[in-house]
């Protein structure tokens, strides 16, 4: 299928990071399986109503290896894919910033659901640097604030609750209805819009391949369902293109 596609498209989830130590969240292991409670750090209600969950939020990205972990085969197998022409676009739902580290080219990736390596207010315009309100957090703020405006502070990820970038949006339906292939990697396809980027790719007539070590909604639907460890398959697959 990749050798003879004309445009590949691929849609990453938590699984192809769990490989470089970053769990994912719903699987057997997962971050919320194994605490609920967890999830609400990630649902925007919870985050801006409620301070406790703040200061937890905080303290979970300290103690969370997102800076510290680094990309795994399965990540710098698409950057070889995209460097023989068989990767055209790719939407990762992941927000570590993996795909970027392992070289692969910036004007082909969008993150979805936004990223950890960056701080943005909830009501003023102003971003900056993760790291650096970090240490604001080490130095004792628990629950720092906006130093222009007073506002809530958030990693720059879309939580539950929170409209996606339209114009990502937009962007990764149109490059899944060219597709002809469409991989999805590591990903449940449970979470929405993203996960009715295949359905856009089937519509017009892509080939999909699912690559995911639990069942998802849409392997009835697939033309190939694969469970193979990631690190390992996705450089086989490049191997053969």
Same mark, same amino acid.
């Not at 068989?86 to 790719?90: G, S």
């Not at 939580?159 to 060219?178: C, I, K, P, T, Y």
């Given at each position: 299928m990749l050798r003879n596609a004309k445009h590949v498209v691929v849609l990453t989830g938590a699984g192809i990071s769990t490989e470089s130590g970053i769990p994912d969240f719903r699987g057997p292991n997962g971050m919320w399986t194994k605490d609920p409670a967890a999830e609400k750090t990630a649902t925007l209600d919870y985050y801006m109503g409620d301070p406790a969950v703040r200061r937890r939020a905080w303290q979970n990205r300290l103690k969370g290896n997102y800076f510290s972990a680094r990309p795994n085969a399965a990540h710098r197998a698409l950057v070889d894919l995209e460097q023989k022409g068989?990767? *055209?676009?790719?939407v990762t739902q992941n927000v570590d910033?993996?795909?970027?580290?392992?070289? *692969?080219?910036?004007?082909?990736?969008?993150?979805?659901?936004?990223?950890?390596?960056?701080?943005?207010?909830?009501?003023? #315009?102003?971003?900056?640097?993760?790291?650096?309100?970090?240490?604001?957090?080490?130095?004792?703020?628990?629950? #720092?604030?906006?130093?222009?405006?007073?506002?809530?502070?958030?990693?720059?990820?879309?939580?539950?609750?929170?409209?996606?970038?339209?114009?990502?949006?937009?962007?990764?339906?149109?490059?899944?209805? *060219?597709?002809?292939?469409?991989?999805?990697?590591?990903?449940?396809?449970?979470?929405?819009?993203?996960?009715?980027?295949?359905?856009?790719?089937?519509?017009?007539?892509?080939?999909?391949?699912?690559?995911?070590?639990?069942?998802? #909604?849409?392997?009835?639907?697939?033309?190939a369902v694969l469970r193979e460890q990631l690190g390992e398959l996705v450089p086989a697959l490049a191997e053969l293109v």
């Open positions: 068989a990767l *055209q676009f790719l910033g993996l795909h970027h580290a392992a070289g *692969q080219s910036p004007e082909i990736v969008v993150e979805i659901h936004g990223n950890v390596r960056e701080v943005k207010c909830m009501t003023c #315009p102003w971003r900056g640097p993760m790291e650096e309100t970090l240490d604001r957090v080490r130095a004792g703020e628990a629950d #720092p604030a906006c130093t222009e405006c007073g506002g809530i502070l958030k990693s720059a990820t879309i939580s539950f609750g929170e409209n996606l970038v339209a114009e990502d949006l937009e962007r990764s339906q149109r490059e899944a209805a *060219q597709a002809d292939v469409f991989l999805a990697l590591g990903t449940s396809l449970v979470v929405y819009p993203a996960a009715a980027l295949p359905e856009v790719a089937l519509r017009t007539g892509a080939q999909l391949v699912v690559c995911n070590a639990e069942e998802t #909604p849409f392997d009835p639907y697939a033309d």
